[in-house]
């Protein structure tokens, strides 16, 4: 019996013996009625054929499975979830768009990429120079090494004198940089010459009358500054009155770069600035020791090689005004113009100058009695406080060069009616300034031992040493917060909110970390007798301050209320 299955002829095999009878002639009719039983056990037995049948052409078609590709596939899903959880969580902390007021959109908004570009092209020649600057000062100062203690002493008293006066030129440049900035980003080009030719008349106004000053009462200052009649005092006054005599050329130059900086012009400032610092260690080399027909100068021949770096990067600055034509740069000056005040342009620089210099002579305060708390610490505490200090500087530079970036991209965002972007490029700043920080903080905790070994050569030292790896620790948590707070803090002046950033210093530098550190020198060093324990809690006081600082002007940008200020 034959059945049609699958388009193949399967012959049923029920009943051998029948089809050998059927052959010898006792065949039966095909017609004859088979059965019940037979005939369900018939179906059953096709039935169990046919699913035979096909689990075999099932094993035929199925197609051959390579088991290495299906675990590289699962491989490849599994890291491009990897990769897609990485991208969400970076464009969530440095995306664009995690950083824009939602409520406050004004228009068209730059890429991630192109934004992040806007900004390293300002914060990198930035970025170069505060670090070259830093590195020169500390080759300048081991050169003045050479000549003696006393040398260094004397180079040493006349920074604070120095500063001090300084401060008015620095309170006033932020004046100057932030309206610069501001005009840059409204296209009113002449407003910005008109607001730096009435910085520079006011400065050299000023510059003036604080050489005279300086002049006439050096002797005196030192003394105040602490220096010990001998010596020390009178390499002192020489180191001073030769500076005073440069005083104009170094504050005019300062101020043009402020204004550079205003316009986003940080590789001309980077340009002039490490050229002049060069110069004076080329000098440096010249008449400290004498080389060749040059004489052997000491103290008077560092002053005379700072005063020639600042001359020359005073005619630097000035040829990038002067010299070149009116369509070539943003700011341009000429002597044939009429150089008279302007009654808005002094009240700009005044208005947010003023606030600004509240706060320097806040920061002069508290910085000036805390290293009077931690210097009765003992010698070995101060020393290695001084260490510290020394890569804290350093560091204080990267996120100061990103800050400036900063500064100039929100005041000319504001400038152009777009405070969005303004507080854009403001956190933009303050994520570079974030992940720069983080990456020398792993350096300073794992190279601390090395970085201190650097300054200290004899055996006796060892105290100092491991005191100041110990203190290198808190450095290093310095930093994302130093930063952090640095950058927002130039992006509050860069809009010209200088009277909040005056009162945060005010709060933390001039008040917090002084009386912190002075309980803690009070409790652990007179009361307990542990100096060294003490220089801990010193720093853990400037730790409080930098943390209590970040969180108040980070507060501050992200509320906004910055937006809307005039300038």
């Known amino acids: 019996m034959l059945y049609q299955t699958e388009g193949r002829n399967h012959e049923d ?4 013996s029948e089809r050998g009878t059927a052959g010898a002639g006792d065949r039966r009719s095909r017609h004859t009625p088979e059965p019940r039983g037979r005939l369900e056990g018939d179906h059953r037995l096709l039935d169990r054929h046919r699913g035979q049948e096909r689990d075999r052409a099932g094993e035929r078609a199925r197609p051959f ?17 990897r990769t897609g959880a990485m991208q969400t969580l970076f464009n969530r902390f440095f995306g664009v768009e995690a950083m824009l007021p939602k409520d406050r959109v004004a228009g068209e908004v730059p890429g991630t990429k192109e934004a992040y570009r806007n900004l390293t092209d300002i914060a990198i020649p930035s970025v170069m120079e505060m670090v070259m600057m830093s590195l020169i000062g500390m080759i300048d100062t081991i ?35 932030a309206i610069v900035a501001r005009r840059k980003g409204q296209g009113r080009q002449a407003d910005a010459n008109t607001t730096l030719k009435n910085s520079l008349m006011i400065t050299l106004g000023i510059s003036l009358l604080m050489m005279a000053l300086g002049l006439m009462f050096s002797i005196n200052l030192m003394r105040f500054a602490g220096a010990e009649p001998g010596r020390t005092l009178e390499d002192a006054d020489t180191y001073f009155r030769i500076l005073m005599y440069a005083l104009p050329c170094n504050a005019l130059s300062m101020c043009i770069c402020a204004a550079q900086r205003g316009v986003g012009n940080t590789k001309l400032t980077m340009y002039v600035n490490i050229t002049s610092n060069l110069v004076n260690v080329l000098f440096n080399w010249l008449l400290i020791n004498g080389v060749g027909p ?53 009240s700009g620089i005044a208005k947010i100058g003023g606030s600004a210099m509240i706060e320097q002579i806040a920061m002069r305060i508290g910085f000036f009695s805390y290293a009077k708390i931690v210097a009765g610490l003992g010698t070995d505490a101060f020393a290695a406080h001084q260490i510290c200090s020394q890569f804290l500087t350093l560091s204080f530079t990267f996120g100061d060069g990103i800050g400036i970036a900063g500064t100039s991209l929100v005041g000319q965002m504001l400038g152009r009616k777009r405070p969005d972007l303004a507080q854009m490029y403001g956190k933009i700043a303050q994520r570079l300034a974030l992940v720069t920080a983080i990456v020398i903080a792993s350096c300073v905790v794992l190279f601390r031992e090395p970085l201190v070994g650097m300054f200290i050569h004899s055996d006796d030292g060892q105290n100092v040493r491991d005191l100041a790896c110990r203190v290198m620790i808190i450095v290093a948590a310095f930093q994302p917060f130093q930063t952090s707070a640095v950058v927002i803090s130039g992006a509050l002046r860069g809009a010209g909110d200088t009277k909040y950033v005056a009162r945060v210093m005010l709060l933390t530098v001039t008040c917090m970390r002084p009386l912190i550190g002075l309980l803690a020198v009070y409790v652990i060093g007179t009361r307990m007798g542990l100096n060294e324990l003490a220089l801990l809690g010193c720093w853990g006081a400037s730790l409080v301050d930098m943390i209590t600082r970040m969180t108040l002007c980070m507060r501050r940008f992200n509320s906004g209320k910055w937006h809307d200020i005039r300038v």
Do not use: K, Y
């Open 65 to 81: 499975v390579d088991r290495r590709r299906h675990h590289r596939t699962d491989q490849t899903h599994r890291h491009q979830g």
């Open 143 to 177: 050169m003045v090494s050479t000549i003696g203690t006393d040398a260094i002493a004397a180079v040493g008293l006349v920074g604070q004198p120095r500063m001090l006066m300084l401060c008015v030129f620095f309170a006033m440049n932020t004046g100057v940089t």
């Open 294 to 346: 040059f004489p052997r100068l000491g103290v008077q021949g560092a002053a005379i090689a700072t005063a020639i770096g600042m001359g020359v990067g005073f005619v630097l600055s000035m040829i990038s005004l002067f010299g070149a034509r009116a369509g070539d740069t943003f700011l341009h000056l000429s002597l044939r113009e009429r150089w008279r005040f302007d009654r808005e342009a002094v």
């Open 13 to 16: 095999h029920r009943d051998v």
